[in-house]
């Protein structure tokens, strides 16, 4: 292993294409505490950042890489209300059923925290007030949707209806998952409570706003540019087309102020006085949770935080799913640069999604290949599920999970190529050498003998290429290109 990462680190040193960075900040989307991981969450945010991690650690990087579960919001309280139990009790059950998934699928985080805990709390509440102090809010007392039957305000998953962007039913009063847009409750064509069905009604009441449209001038630049204030800040040309062009829409379309609290019982309270009932909208604490993981695995290494979110010889990428690019690529750095202090990302490479069998996966309907299900099933072969998902990982468009092409794909490539490629070296050496590979002179080789020598020498700077521009199929594939050159 010391060799290992010894020649990694050499290469990395000599390959001109990525700047190298003193400390690496990795995040991956925080998973919502309401059900369980299942393989499109895998590929989407998880695997690519424990390749990534995995990776920096070998080449010698000074990598952090950080998560944890998202406990607050509607999705929390709805799955509650389903369950006929306190969000307290579903946060806990799927917490510790999450934990027991990604340890299943020896995902590395270096710290895996949870956003209901005391000091997250603390930390979110710290956070907010500062933006407050700072003038970076609007309160606003507004009319908004209100179920009469529960006596609740709707926001979120509170209330669905028609996508006023693409019209497809199930938008949520936050996001259409179906288009990626950013919406708000009153967007919705022809609303109604998930509560109760019921038809809403509309209600005043206060909360606090982003106004995003303040900051459609920086952003441009920082999305298209990759400048910030004036200064180089990121390659832009290494972001996915979909994740920039994403992005340029909802600016080019005209940024709209966004509520950053929630009328709400469940979450991070709004730590202002005549603020009752009020809570921190979820994307705003949830990001902030990869701060409170990070500060939490700072305190049991001795480490600094800091250097690791107030640097300018650090560095800060997210690994999540194509449906929360405007949280992280807009809206967590408005906030961030709203605080002061804070490094913004330098990279976001969301992956979109990953469909089963020629369908969506649906939590509702109960399609998907749960991890802990599949680990229980199938004892001893994570990493052949590992293997399949980055073979398949849905890095610039959708992709597909079939279980014959799993079949395949375990047995025409890992068995058939790296398997026969590493029991032909071992018999085969042990055969004719004694089980020691000889020393080789310059005159004992042809022409074909140098060909693959040099496809060798060239192979870790590719690959070490390929996963720092985040292409884990690609690099995955060349590696398995050293196996069929050997066969």
Known sequence: MPEIRTTLARTMASTPSYRYPKRLMM???????NGQIHIGHVAGAYLPGDIRARFERMAGSDVVWVCGSDEHGAAITLRAKKDGVTPREIVDRYHEEMQQAFEGLDMSFDHYSRTSSERHHGVAQDFFLTLLEKGSFEVKTEAQFYDPETDQFLADRYITGACPKCEADGAYGDQCEKCGSALSPTDLINPTSTLSGATPVLKDTTLWYLPMGRHEGWLKEYIEN???????????ST???HVSGQCRSWIDSGLQSRAMTRDLDWG??????????????VWLDAPIGYITSTMEWAEKTGAQWEDWWKSDEAELIHFIGKDNIVFHCLIFPILLREHGGYILPSNVPANAFMNLEGDKISTSRNWAVWVNEFLSEFPGKSDELRYVL?????EQKDSEFTWADYRDRVNNELADVLGNFVNRVLVLTRKYYEGSVPAVSEADLNEADRDVLDALSAAPAQIADLIRRNRFRDALQAAMGIARLGN
């Open 27 to 33: 995040t991956s989307a925080l998973p919502y505490a």
């Open 226 to 236: 990759g400048t910030f204030e004036g200064q180089p800040h990121h390659d832009a």
């Open 239 to 241: 972001w996915k087309a």
């Open 268 to 281: 991070v309270p709004v730590p202002v006085e005549g603020a009752d009932g009020k809570v921190l909208y």
């Open 390 to 394: 980055a073979s398949i990982m849905p």
